[in-house]
């Protein structure tokens, strides 16, 4: 009868007309976010848009979203000398490696504070969180790893520093927190040890801010390029942003004239070419974004909420 009386409940729920006022609301709420999508996605389209336009075209022309002509120039010029397939290879290493390096250490230290029975837990998230607020400095950093630990030309270099970002680790922390004491308990109880819990129990439950911190992890090594110029001068280690970086200046150094479509002469459109590194420099990791899309709110959110 309870059951008959809650189905009828929500059906009749589910009949409820929404008033004028509610309809208008969310008419404005839709405008209000088609709006700020069409704002964002726009200026990506007119870069992608303008690397295959000619020089001519992107000097006449200050917008649009479909070049008349399609050039390949800037392409051309990127990827002619090998450099640029190096850099996106070593990018995708230090990547790959460096994401996976920090989230093993952050996990390993976020499972033990997360612990409310580990003797200490407070002491050590208090340290964690005054690196948050306090760092050597750049000086001493450079003095540590490249004269004391000697990681010059080694993409030990770019992982090891940031071996675990404090707010990422608090976020996981967080979440493995919020993880119900009965599953660890039932595992003890079957004679399971911490290393056992977390590997089978903790991490297969906390998929969602894993995809989430991952993500985070391996865009900030994808677009990290200053300790990449500082460590790295070995130019077939370089990542692809400093590769990037040498070919917008060796670009901008020659010498062009916007009356002239410069592809059909052989030197390179300096304007398509900043845009076709820009994308270049950001297609690769915006292909990952949809793989763990359905993780990222919820894993970011659950995580950063409790404590």
């Excluded at 007309?17 to 309809?23: E, H």
């Excluded at 976020?110 to 002491?123: C, D, E, I, Q, V």
Aim: charged content about 15%.
């Amino acid at each position: 009868m309870a059951k008959s009386k809650m189905v009828y409940r929500t059906k009749h729920a589910n009949r409820i007309k929404r008033t004028p006022g509610d309809q208008v609301v969310q008419v404005l709420i839709y405008l209000i976010i088609a709006f700020c999508a069409i704002v964002t996605v726009l200026p990506f389209i007119y870069v992608v848009a303008g690397s295959f336009a000619t020089e001519r075209e992107l000097t006449e022309r200050a917008f649009f979203l479909f070049p008349k002509e399609i050039s390949l120039n800037a392409y051309q010029y990127i990827f002619k000398t090998g450099d640029a397939l190096r850099g996106l290879r070593n990018s995708i290493l230090v990547t790959v490696v460096g994401t996976m390096i920090n989230m093993f250490f952050s996990c390993t230290l976020a499972y033990p504070l997360s612990r409310k029975y580990f003797k200490g837990r407070n002491f050590f998230t208090n340290m964690v969180i005054v690196t948050m607020l306090f760092s050597g400095g750049m000086v001493p950093s450079y003095i540590l790893i490249a004269q004391i630990l000697h990681l010059t030309n080694t993409y030990w270099a770019l992982w090891l520093p940031g071996a675990i970002n404090a707010f990422n680790m608090i976020i996981i922390k967080n979440y493995f927190q919020g993880i119900p004491q009965e599953l660890e308990e039932a595992a003890r109880m079957d004679g399971c040890n911490d290393l056992f819990i977390f590997w089978k129990i903790i991490l297969p439950v906390s998929k969602p801010v894993l995809a989430s911190i991952s993500l985070f992890y391996a865009v900030t090594h994808w677009n990290s390029y200053f300790n990449a110029m500082m460590y790295i001068n070995d130019r077939d280690m370089e990542v692809i942003q400093i590769v990037l970086r040498r070919i917008i200046f060796l670009t901008t150094s020659l010498t062009t004239d916007s009356t002239f479509d410069w592809g059909a002469f052989g030197t390179p459109p300096e304007k398509a070419v900043k845009m076709a590194t820009t994308v270049v420099a950001t297609v690769p990791i915006l292909i990952v974004y949809p793989f763990i899309q359905k993780y990222f709110t919820k894993g970011v959110m659950v995580g950063s909420v409790k404590g």
